[in-house]
């Protein structure tokens, strides 16, 4: 008899819709590139399916699993445990099962905060962050956690705003403010570091969140969470005012390496997973 084993690890996403996710073909690149015999399922659930999804995925002995839109908040009833970003987030993306326990985490952040170590250390900086979202959320907690001085969020409902801001001041030790964003942002001379954390530009090359071009100093960092199309006009703009860019791949690969890590105590080769997202997005990617 053979002693070969034809049992895969199993992880993989629940959203919907999903068909136009590409984590999982990123993933399954990693996984092969490290000789891992595991798989990553891309499955649409319905929001009155999740229940049973999660159910599903512990019967069958799933090593973990993401969870995208609409169901970051939702999950959280399915769960035993939260780790502490995902606590003062309140929601969740990615899914460890161990012995039967799930634990929630979030690594929309920590995706972000990965991609922005490679270009600089926000410990002591001050950050203009734009939109007051789910990534906005994630990446201002993130921020505070990680030492940022400062953080400024800008969104078209101050409300909202004030919310991220509030919980940064609340859970970390950064001081955070909130502003109503009207007409064109002005980045502020003492700000390190921009973020667009909005949905301005996915998928439209020429959408750009309205932000005064000639305030875009090259001292500055400026990154996008956009991951298609990677080099977002923000991004274009700001490249050609000498700034420092950074995309949104990378934010995408880091999650993906972080959540192998936690369901698999294994790390895979993000240079794999980000040039396979190229192939996906094209060679300007």
Known sequence: ?????????????????????????????????????????????????????????????????????????????????????????????????????LIGDNTDGKGFLASLKDVTDPAGKRVLLLGAGGAARAIAVELGLAGAAHIMVVNRDPEKAETIAALVRDNTGCEAKASGWEGEVKVPGDVGIVINATSIGLGDAEA????????????????????????????????????????????????GVIGVELWLGKTLDAGVMQETLQEIFGADA
């Open 208 to 255: 750009m969140p309205s932000v005064a071009p000639d305030t875009l100093r090259k001292d500055l960092v400026v990154a996008d969470v956009i991951p298609n199309p990677p080099r977002t006009k923000l991004l274009r703009q700001a490249k050609e005012r000498g700034c420092t860019v950074l995309d949104g791949l990378g934010m995408l690969v880091n999650q």
């Open 1 to 101: 008899m053979s002693s070969q084993s034809f049992l895969s690890i199993l992880t993989g996403s629940f959203s919907t819709p999903c068909a136009d996710n590409p984590t999982v073909a990123m993933i399954e690149a990693g996984y092969r590139a490290a000789g891992i015999d595991a798989r990553y399922i891309n499955c649409d659930v319905r929001p009155d399916n999740l229940a049973d999804a999660v159910l599903g995925a512990v019967a069958m002995e799933w090593a973990g699993f993401n969870c995208s839109l609409p169901h970051k908040v939702a999950v959280i009833d399915h769960l035993d445990e939260l780790a502490e970003s995902a606590k003062i987030i309140g929601a969740v993306n990615c899914v460890s099962i161990r012995d039967g326990k």
